[in-house]
């Protein structure tokens, strides 16, 4: 009998696949099959590695192995072999979401395994000299439940501890906190978090970490209510801050808040780079979402790496990597105030396609309360694509997109934003993602697009008065 792995290779090179200009350039994307969660975030033996959820039979969701790559500088990438495949009694329904970590100079990841149809999920281990050949030493964390998963482990004052996702037994979201001292033989230390009935019933791919003397506990809770503009996405990404030290509670200070405001970003891992810098990478991704790039073959990409530093009132500042601006090579620059008129489009520059946007605008050099950076055919409003659009009148800077050819109706995400002084956006456009960074750290919003070769012309709009845009720089990446 042909196996369903080998008959999808069959057919997707049998066929010829639309060519779309989906694919991305410098973010990862898998070169066929399916990709949710970033795993195993780790610098090793020169290498930063990056592991995903991966489906290799088809571009949808199934049997979770590893995918992986590594790059030398978080820019270019080369795919590796399959790290981890379904093969064990405890694994054989799934390699589920995980860490790594740098145990005697090994490469270790730990990782769930998923069995009995996806209802028992326990903690498993693989190790890797070369960081390319894993070999699995199975279970480290057993139980029956089915609610356990995605474990996060660090090194701290002489031992080892994990964070792992789970629920309580009256179904909402938990973190449960265990420590070894050999990676090996691990104790519950009791729950870290917990959430309140407003918070989701179930709390995954927990991340928990130290930022400038303060701990960061990233959750992405399934079950919160949309509440205004807020939790517009079937799952979030969101975080609390706090202060804990080993054999201590986590005594939240700042209560949670989403990550990123756009319509695609979850199961978000971080990681240390060699220089001390905590880097992000989240899947560019939501349940919902419709992933029209599977008519090519593959689905799913993660996001840029990002840098996070938290502001002295608690809030995580998001920056794009910095080594990214190695890539520039500079397409456009408006030396001087670029005006744009009351109900004029100025159409800026055709096939943007794997580019970087940077505008800044002193606004109160401008009457206009609403105005917007397009990506569309001429109109937004009458061609689709996807804008971001600056209302004054309600101190909110939104991403919204409509790709009716691909069944993604018309919506919309924001962020509230101080729009009485400076307003700086940083857009990262790479095939079929857009990410905005929001004045130097201050938010972000990411959003996969779809644009036909015709959707592809930068255009600035103005409402009800003009803008006067004070820097404008375009560079492909
Ligand atoms: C989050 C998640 C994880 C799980 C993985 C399965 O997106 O549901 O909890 O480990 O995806 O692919």
């Known amino acids: 009998m042909l196996r369903p792995v080998l008959y999808a290779v069959f057919i997707s090179s049998a066929i010829a ?38 489906n290799p039979a088809a571009p949808q969701w199934g049997l979770m192995h590893w995918g992986h790559a590594r790059s030398p500088d ?61 070999e699995k030493l199975g279970v480290v964390i057993g139980g ?93 990404t969101g975080y609390f801050v706090g202060s804990w030290a080993p054999g201590g509670n986590f005594a939240v200070e700042r209560g949670f808040r989403e990550l990123d405001h756009g319509h695609d970003f979850y199961a978000s891992q971080t990681f240390e780079a060699p220089d001390g810098r905590r880097l992000e990478i989240g899947w560019l991704g939501m349940w ?22 938290l502001s002295d009132q608690g809030d995580l500042e998001v920056r794009p990597l910095r080594e990214i601006q190695s890539l520039r090579t500079e397409r456009l620059e408006v030396p001087q105030t670029l005006h744009i008129a009351p109900g004029g489009g100025v159409a800026i520059l055709q096939n943007i396609s794997h580019s970087e946007v940077a505008l800044d605008f002193k606004l109160h050099n401008s009457s206009s309360n609403s105005f ?20 004054r009148n309600c101190s909110r800077v939104f991403l919204e997109r ?33 990410e905005v960074f929001v004045n130097d750290g201050q938010a972000v919003m990411s959003s996969r697009i779809y644009p036909d070769a015709e959707l592809r012309t930068f255009l600035i709009t103005a409402q009800n008065g003009s803008v006067a845009v004070d820097r404008l720089k375009v560079w492909d990446l």
């Open 74 to 134: 978080l820019l270019t990438w080369e795919h590796l072999p399959i790290a981890l495949a379904p093969s064990l009694p405890g694994d054989i329904d799934g390699a589920f979401s995980g860490s790594a970590v740098l145990l005697n100079e090994t490469l270790t990841l730990i990782y769930t395994g998923v069995s009995e149809n996806g209802t028992r999920q326990v903690q498993m281990v693989a190790t890797s000299q070369d960081g390319v050949a894993f």
């Open 372 to 391: 917007a950076i397009q990506l569309t055919k001429e109109s937004f409003e009458r061609d689709g694509g996807a804008q971001v659009h600056v209302d």
């Open 402 to 434: 409509h790709y009716p050819a691909y069944n993604i109706t018309r919506s919309s995400r924001s962020v509230a934003v101080n729009l009485t002084g400076n307003l700086s956006l940083d857009i990262f456009i790479d095939g079929s993602s857009m």
């Open 144 to 236: 029956n439940e089915s609610n356990f998963r995605d474990p996060k482990a660090w090194w701290q004052d002489g031992s080892w501890y994990v964070v792992i996702g789970a629920q309580t037994a009256d179904e909402r979201g938990q973190v449960s906190l265990y420590s070894s001292p050999d990676f090996f033989n691990w104790t519950p230390q009791g729950v870290l978090a917990q959430a309140d009935p407003s918070l989701g019933y179930m709390w995954e791919c927990p991340d928990f970490f130290s930022l400038e003397g303060k701990q960061v506990l990233v959750v992405n809770p399934q079950g919160i209510q949309s509440k205004g503009e807020d939790f517009q996405n079937l799952f979030q």
């Open 288 to 309: 919902e979402s419709q992933f029209p790039e599977n008519a090519s073959g593959w689905a799913g990409m993660l996001s840029l790496p990002r840098e996070l530093t």
């Open 17 to 54: 696949l639309p060519e779309t200009g989906w694919y991305p350039k410098y973010h990862i994307a898998p070169q066929h099959g399916w990709m949710n969660d970033p795993n195993g975030l780790i610098y090793f033996q020169g290498f930063y590695h990056v592991f995903w959820q991966y």
